[in-house]
């Protein structure tokens, strides 16, 4: 557990908190990317710790959240033509336009939960007479293992293996966000655990081209008090350039192995992002050496169009916009138990952190 517990020390993040507090002259406003980011931020009561002048805007870095609504419907679609549909755990309960996929495995449908696609493999080969499909959905982070199942079937001759993709790629959604006519962010903190994988060199362009700070960060109140506290030092000298404050885990290079695996089978393409639309080469789509294995292909779904839900302003929050709580159905008709969108059902969407931490002070002033 090195690494870990440093990282947790109430001293050094009060230290931090003071080191802002110290600097700041302005009024900033910061965007975490990663959702994993936000729930750090509000279950150890961050955000209610820092001074007013720093602002922190909640962005579109969960997976689970930004995978569109016709992608669950795909799915559940699969699920209800006897294919056997594997998924990791946070997908089960994202509505669709009529149901979750739990909802459909309630009316007889084989849904099967996850740690590992590679277990999808083996579930196709013990099951020879019927279709299997993995819900492969992820930033860059679960890419490879998903990449890796692909190559794994082909290897072993699994014809009845597929993958149903929603794999999204963080540059592209910030470079939105950055164009956006109503968009007053002055920096970023970029998701660590993508660029474990990815590295960092894609973000330079982007300091670059949009003159602002973008500090890679790990997850825990340390983590994040430093990186907001680089963020500020930068935005108060006047300067921005890539910064990693997470170098325990991440390079500037990423994980090469991680990336031969990902440039094996996917390639670039576009992407539909849920709340906010298409973005071009946004996402990973499956290169044409692996097109067997393309669930959407295969199965004829690729043309399904689905509507999203007027009431859940989940594009807005995604991109910046506005918190959850700003919501008029947050707390009420949408809540864990009866989510309106995902934001509110995955576990490190925005909604849900609100709703589940937002009274919960770890740290006090």
Same mark, same amino acid.
């Given at each position: 557990?090195?690494?870990?517990?440093?990282?947790?020390?109430?001293?050094?993040?009060?230290?931090?908190?003071?080191?802002?507090?110290?600097?700041? $002259?302005?009024?900033?406003?910061?965007?975490? %990317?990663?959702?994993? *980011?936000?729930? /750090?931020?509000?279950?150890?009561? @961050? #955000?209610?710790?820092?001074?007013?002048?720093?602002?922190?805007?909640?962005?579109?870095?969960?997976?689970?959240?930004?995978?569109?609504?016709?992608?669950?419907?795909?799915?559940?679609?699969?699920?209800?033509?006897?294919?056997?549909?594997?998924?990791?755990?946070?997908?089960?309960?994202?509505?669709?336009?009529?149901?979750?996929?739990?909802?459909?495995?309630?009316?007889?449908?084989?849904?099967?939960?996850?740690?590992?696609?590679?277990?999808?493999?083996?579930?196709?080969?013990?099951?020879?007479?019927?279709?299997?499909?993995?819900?492969?959905?992820?930033?860059?982070? $679960?890419?490879?293992?998903?990449?890796?199942? %692909?190559?794994?079937? *082909?290897?072993? /001759?699994?014809?009845?293996?597929? @993958? #149903?993709?929603?794999?999204?790629?963080?540059?592209?959604?910030?470079?939105?966000?950055?164009?956006?006519?109503?968009?007053?962010?002055?920096?970023?903190?970029?998701?660590?655990?993508?660029?474990?994988?990815?590295?960092?060199?894609?973000?330079?362009?982007?300091?670059?081209?949009?003159?602002?700070?973008?500090?890679?960060?790990?997850?825990?109140?340390?983590?994040?008090?430093?990186?907001?506290?680089?963020?500020?030092?930068?935005?108060?000298?006047?300067?921005?350039?890539?910064?990693?404050?997470?170098?325990?885990?991440?390079?500037?290079?990423?994980?090469?192995?991680?990336?031969?695996?990902?440039?094996?089978?996917?390639?670039?393409?576009?992407?539909?992002?849920?709340?906010?639309?298409?973005?071009?080469?946004?996402?990973?789509?499956?290169?044409?050496?692996?097109?067997?294995?393309?669930?959407?292909?295969?199965?004829?779904?690729?043309?399904?169009?689905?509507?999203?839900?007027?009431?859940?302003?989940?594009?807005?929050?995604?991109?910046?916009?506005?918190?959850?709580?700003?919501?008029?159905?947050?707390?009420?008709?949408?809540?864990?138990?009866?989510?309106?969108?995902?934001?509110?059902?995955?576990?490190?969407?925005?909604?849900?952190?609100?709703?589940?931490?937002?009274?919960?002070?770890?740290?006090?002033?």
């Amino acid at each position: 557990m090195k690494y870990l517990s440093e990282y947790r020390n109430f001293e050094a993040t009060k230290r931090y908190l003071q080191l802002i507090g110290d600097t700041v $002259t302005k009024t900033w406003k910061i965007m975490e %990317v990663c959702g994993g *980011q936000t729930h /750090g931020l509000v279950k150890n009561g @961050i #955000l209610d710790l820092l001074p007013d002048q720093v602002q922190m805007i909640h962005g579109p870095g969960c997976p689970v959240c930004v995978t569109p609504l016709n992608l669950i419907d795909k799915a559940v679609e699969l699920l209800e033509n006897d294919v056997i549909v594997c998924s990791f755990g946070d997908m089960i309960r994202v509505p669709g336009s009529k149901k979750s996929l739990l909802e459909a495995k309630a009316h007889g449908g084989d849904l099967r939960v996850l740690y590992s696609p590679l277990e999808a493999v083996r579930i196709a080969k013990e099951n020879p007479h019927k279709e299997v499909v993995f819900f492969a959905v992820g930033f860059e982070t $679960t890419a490879p293992a998903n990449a890796l199942s %692909v190559i794994q079937a *082909q290897k072993e /001759g699994v014809t009845n293996y597929s @993958i #149903l993709v929603s794999h999204v790629l963080v540059p592209p959604a910030m470079e939105v966000i950055l164009d956006d006519e109503f968009c007053n962010i002055n920096a970023f903190l970029g998701a660590g655990h993508v660029c474990a994988i990815m590295g960092y060199k894609d973000y330079m362009p982007l300091a670059e081209k949009y003159k602002i700070p973008i500090i890679i960060t790990g997850f825990e109140p340390l983590d994040l008090v430093q990186g907001i506290y680089i963020a500020v030092c930068q935005l108060e000298r006047g300067i921005y350039r890539v910064e990693n404050q997470y170098a325990r885990v991440v390079t500037a290079d990423g994980n090469e192995a991680a990336l031969k695996v990902i440039h094996d089978v996917f390639e670039i393409g576009n992407r539909e992002w849920r709340g906010i639309g298409e973005i071009p080469n946004s996402g990973y789509v499956l290169t044409e050496a692996y097109k067997a294995y393309d669930a959407e292909l295969k199965f004829g779904i690729h043309r399904l169009k689905v509507s999203e839900n007027k009431k859940c302003i989940a594009g807005e929050i995604l991109k910046g916009i506005k918190k959850p709580h700003q919501c008029s159905e947050f707390g009420k008709h949408c809540n864990p138990s009866n989510p309106l969108g995902a934001p509110m059902v995955s576990s490190e969407g925005a909604c849900a952190a609100y709703y589940h931490f937002s009274n919960n002070l770890i740290f006090s002033k």
